[in-house]
């Protein structure tokens, strides 16, 4: 924790107007007041856990001190994470992701919870002694999962490994694309049970539709049976002789294949031009700094040396003078500066890997299609994670930054990366003008939300400077080279161009670079991105018309 506070003051004192600059961003008494409770429930629950687990207690909340009862009402996102040993009893009528990324304690919610209750569970025994709403379970691979009074559409959905009981009924999709794990059910499922299911077993105490595609219908042996009650160890649970059991059916059903991303080609035909401004002296300081999470000035701004987060496997072994004070996006063994990658991939590791880092990247691409307000209880889970002040960020492809720049308003995040080279075969070219009228559409800029994007290829100097003038704020990219000291170098001579840049182009901060300094090359870069065609002085005349 301490390192991160030192790295953030560092750059307050390299850049002299840090505390001036004017950032519009939605500050905490903005926020809704219902986020506003779930993060201070969250703040309270860390302070309790960390206190129970030293003197060996379990916690209860949502009663008064003398035990009268006094209920949660929508909070969301709350007791993420819980750790191995901690006990919580929670009464109320909570929202949505509440108990996720748990990783071996023990909770139990005396009334009900919206959706992705129990999500990404890692170990945690949970219990709902009312009704929850859609993705109960979703993504979980080891635990248990209790719920006593039926569960919406795509309960066990995604899920790899662990017990997931729910008595009553539950809706649609029940254990869609599960791989693994046991679903128990007592009471009637809706349609598609099992959809895309390659692994696992769901079993059915009730009526049953219709089996889909790919999934087999086998009532549920003696022995099995009797085994997997000694497993639930409940009597009012238990699963008789004649109940219906669902598996896979190994390659019959037809599984979809992701289509392959298509590479987007890079900013070749664009060049930068001076728009026009008076020269600055080559030896003035040049300004290339970028503040990540300022959230108006309420929080410890990240600084970011370069409008860059270069993308890492891991971040162990980044050492170096630039490297050392430049935060990455990694996958796993994060510093203390570098911000997690998120996806289907790691998301059960959640807890574990941010402990450790600086900010969270979450790839809403690995997330099943959600609502704002359930984007909403997820912030607030990694928010109970993380240091407050770390940034959170949402990444998603370029042909749904429409949908990722709508998710990210109003969800209190920091920043939104359109990922470049994609399925669809977007250029790179025609990627700014769709990123740039989309970001302006959602307001993000009110928001204090920062654009940026991911390419598919090494950046080099003039790409950063491209980007800023695109209206881009973050550039990110895989590093070049996996050594520690070709990164090293790989960083200083970025920052060294993009100087250079800025003094051609007459200009002291990135914050200058405008699409004014843009030009495109040729007729076909021009067509696609819109700027102003090289030697014309203006974008082409198709362009005028919008």
Same mark, same amino acid.
């Given at each position: 924790?301490?390192?991160?506070?030192?790295?953030r003051?560092?750059?307050?004192?390299?850049? /002299?107007?840090?505390?001036?600059?004017k950032?519009?961003?939605?500050?905490?008494a903005?926020?809704?007041?219902?986020?506003?409770?779930?993060?201070?429930?969250n703040?309270?629950?860390?302070?309790? *856990?960390?206190?129970?687990?030293?003197?060996?207690?379990?916690m209860?909340?949502?009663?008064?001190?003398?035990?009268e009862?006094?209920?949660?009402?929508?909070?969301?996102?709350? =007791?993420?994470?819980?750790p191995?040993?901690?006990?919580?009893?929670?009464l109320?009528a909570?929202?949505d992701?509440?108990?996720?990324?748990?990783?071996?304690?023990?909770?139990?919610?005396?009334?009900t919870a919206g959706?992705?209750?129990?999500?990404?569970?890692?170990?945690?025994?949970?219990?709902?002694?009312?009704? *929850?709403?859609?993705?109960?379970?979703?993504?979980?691979?080891?635990?248990?999962?209790?719920?006593?009074?039926?569960?919406?559409?795509?309960a /066990?959905?995604q899920?790899?490994?662990?017990?997931?009981?729910?008595?009553?009924?539950?809706?649609?999709?029940i254990g869609?694309?599960?791989?693994?794990?046991?679903?128990?059910?007592h009471?009637?499922?809706?349609?598609?049970?099992g959809?895309?299911?390659?692994?696992g +077993?769901?079993?059915?105490?009730?009526?049953? #539709?219709?089996? #889909?595609e790919?999934?087999?219908?086998d009532s549920?042996?003696?022995?099995?049976?009797?085994k997997?009650?000694s497993?639930?160890?409940?009597?009012?649970?238990?699963v008789p002789?004649d109940?219906?059991c669902?598996?896979?059916?190994?390659d019959?059903?037809?599984? #979809?294949?992701?289509?392959?991303?298509?590479?987007?080609?890079?900013?070749?035909?664009?060049?930068?031009v001076?728009g026009?401004e008076?020269? *600055?002296?080559a030896?003035?300081?040049?300004?290339?700094?970028?503040?990540?999470?300022?959230?108006?000035g309420?929080?410890?701004?990240?600084?970011?040396?370069?409008?860059?987060?270069?993308?890492?496997?891991?971040?162990?072994? %980044?050492?170096g003078?630039?490297?050392?004070?430049?935060p990455?996006?990694?996958?796993k063994? #994060?510093?203390?500066?570098?911000?997690?990658?998120?996806d289907?991939?790691?998301l059960?590791?959640?807890? &574990?890997?941010?402990?450790? =880092?600086?900010?969270?990247?979450l790839?809403?691409?690995?997330?099943?299609?959600?609502?704002?307000?359930?984007?909403?209880?997820?912030?607030?889970?990694? +928010?109970?994670? %993380?240091?407050e002040?770390s940034?959170i960020?949402?990444?998603?492809d *370029?042909?749904?930054?429409?949908r990722?720049?709508r998710?990210?308003t109003?969800?209190g995040i920091?920043?939104?990366?359109?990922?470049?080279g994609d399925?669809?075969g977007r250029?790179?070219?025609s990627?700014?003008?769709?990123? /740039?009228r989309?970001a302006?559409?959602?307001?993000m800029?009110?928001? /204090?939300? %920062?654009?940026?994007?991911?390419i598919?290829?090494?950046?080099?100097?003039?790409?950063?400077?491209?980007?800023?003038?695109?209206?881009?704020t973050?550039l990110?990219?895989?590093?070049?080279?996996?050594?520690s000291? &070709?990164?090293?170098?790989?960083?200083?001579?970025?920052?060294?161009?993009l100087?250079g840049?800025?003094?051609?182009?007459?200009?002291?901060?990135?914050?200058?670079?405008t699409?004014?300094?843009l030009?495109?090359?040729?007729?076909?870069?021009a067509s696609?991105?819109?700027?102003?065609?090289s030697?014309?002085?203006?974008?082409?005349?198709?362009?005028?018309?919008?």
């Amino acid at each position: 924790m301490k390192t991160k506070v030192v790295f953030r003051r560092s750059w307050r004192v390299m850049r /002299g107007q840090f505390e001036d600059r004017k950032v519009l961003a939605r500050t905490m008494a903005e926020m809704r007041e219902d986020v506003v409770r779930s993060l201070q429930l969250n703040r309270d629950l860390a302070r309790l *856990v960390e206190r129970a687990l030293q003197l060996d207690q379990g916690m209860k909340v949502g009663w008064s001190r003398n035990g009268e009862p006094n209920p949660k009402q929508g909070e969301m996102g709350v =007791a993420p994470g819980l750790p191995e040993g901690a006990r919580l009893r929670m009464l109320g009528a909570l929202n949505d992701s509440v108990a996720a990324f748990s990783t071996g304690g023990n909770f139990t919610l005396e009334g009900t919870a919206g959706e992705l209750f129990g999500a990404w569970n890692n170990g945690g025994n949970l219990s709902v002694e009312r009704g *929850v709403g859609a993705f109960l379970g979703h993504g979980m691979c080891d635990g248990r999962i209790t719920v006593r009074d039926g569960a919406g559409d795509d309960a /066990g959905s995604q899920m790899s490994g662990g017990l997931l009981l729910v008595r009553g009924d539950a809706g649609l999709r029940i254990g869609g694309g599960m791989s693994g794990g046991t679903i128990v059910v007592h009471g009637d499922v809706g349609r598609e049970p099992g959809v895309g299911m390659t692994g696992g +077993r769901i079993i059915i105490n009730g009526r049953c #539709p219709a089996i #889909p595609e790919g999934v087999k219908m086998d009532s549920l042996s003696t022995a099995a049976a009797k085994k997997l009650n000694s497993e639930i160890g409940d009597s009012t649970l238990e699963v008789p002789n004649d109940a219906v059991c669902l598996t896979a059916i190994e390659d019959s059903a037809i599984r #979809p294949t992701a289509p392959e991303s298509v590479p987007s080609g890079g900013w070749g035909g664009i060049g930068l031009v001076n728009g026009g401004e008076d020269a *600055v002296p080559a030896h003035s300081q040049r300004d290339t700094l970028v503040l990540l999470a300022e959230r108006g000035g309420e929080s410890k701004a990240v600084g970011l040396p370069l409008p860059l987060i270069p993308m890492r496997e891991s971040g162990k072994g %980044l050492k170096g003078e630039m490297t050392s004070i430049q935060p990455f996006i990694v996958r796993k063994e #994060p510093r203390s500066i570098d911000l997690v990658i998120l996806d289907s991939n790691n998301l059960n590791d959640c807890f &574990a890997l941010l402990e450790k =880092a600086g900010g969270a990247v979450l790839d809403l691409a690995a997330l099943p299609t959600l609502s704002s307000p359930v984007l909403d209880g997820i912030v607030v889970s990694l +928010r109970g994670i %993380l240091d407050e002040d770390s940034p959170i960020i949402f990444i998603d492809d *370029v042909d749904r930054v429409e949908r990722l720049h709508r998710s990210a308003t109003g969800c209190g995040i920091d920043a939104v990366i359109a990922r470049l080279g994609d399925s669809s075969g977007r250029s790179a070219d025609s990627a700014l003008p769709l990123v /740039g009228r989309s970001a302006a559409s959602s307001g993000m800029a009110t928001d /204090g939300i %920062l654009s940026g994007l991911n390419i598919d290829w090494n950046a080099d100097a003039a790409d950063l400077a491209i980007s800023c003038a695109a209206g881009s704020t973050i550039l990110s990219c895989q590093v070049p080279d996996d050594s520690s000291q &070709a990164i090293e170098a790989w960083l200083r001579e970025l920052h060294e161009g993009l100087c250079g840049w800025l003094v051609h182009l007459g200009i002291s901060t990135i914050d200058n670079l405008t699409r004014k300094h843009l030009r495109a090359l040729d007729h076909e870069t021009a067509s696609t991105s819109g700027l102003r065609l090289s030697g014309y002085g203006r974008p082409l005349p198709h362009w005028f018309a919008s």
